[in-house]
């Protein structure tokens, strides 16, 4: 054997190389697999093999797969009850700002183009005009249907409204009911439709 000062020749290297292939030891590349790896570095292999990692990844999608009714499902019930609240709040705000504006507001409601809208009583013409801007209307969701037989709620400028009653449901069959009643303090809210019956 040749070895220099610094440690052995390159062609003993490479004769080593050879001799660690043929025993199975080395790969072709000169990277020492795993085992051979283990062996030499006198260090027990950790880590996770292939089929462990497939069997976590399919009882993670099995038990996502399982649940995922629940969320959607949980989904529609927060979706309903935030357009709900949305639409009180909206409601809300259009008596206080006839009361501060001095002036008749309505709140319109079309069902089945789901959406609801401000409108001012014009002093001059006597006509209600669709109010523009941020606080004009909304659309509600898709997956929320409405149900009404007063699309329109009068908000008078003493802080009365005229009565109404709307219904709200999901895909889920939840329901909802907005009621706006008269000459109440707090004459618009929400009641669970299991809680009115």
């Known amino acids: 054997m040749a070895f220099s000062k610094k440690g052995p020749a390159p062609l003993e290297i490479k004769r080593r190389r050879c001799l660690a292939v043929a025993r199975g030891n080395l790969s072709l590349s000169g990277l020492a697999p795993l085992e051979a790896a283990g062996r030499l570095s006198g260090k027990p292999l950790t880590g996770f093999t292939l089929i462990e990692l497939l069997v976590v990844v399919l009882i993670i999608s099995i038990t996502l797969g399982l649940s995922m009714p629940l969320f959607r499902k949980t989904f529609y019930s927060i979706q309903l009850s935030l357009c709900a609240e949305d639409m009180v709040s909206y409601m809300r705000y259009v008596r206080e700002r006839a009361v501060v504006e001095n002036t008749l507001m309505r709140f319109t409601l079309d069902a089945k183009g789901k959406e609801y809208w401000l409108s001012r009583k014009d002093s001059e013409s006597g006509e209600f005009i669709r109010v523009k801007g941020k ?62 019956e």
């Open 135 to 196: 606080y004009g209307g909304y659309v509600l969701s898709d997956d929320v249907e409405i149900e009404s037989q007063d699309s329109i709620v009068d908000f008078y400028p003493d802080g009365t409204v005229s009565s109404a009653e709307i219904i709200m449901s999901n895909p889920n069959k939840k329901r909802l009911v907005i009621s706006v009643k008269q000459n109440q303090s707090n004459s618009i809210q929400i009641i669970d439709n299991e809680e009115a």
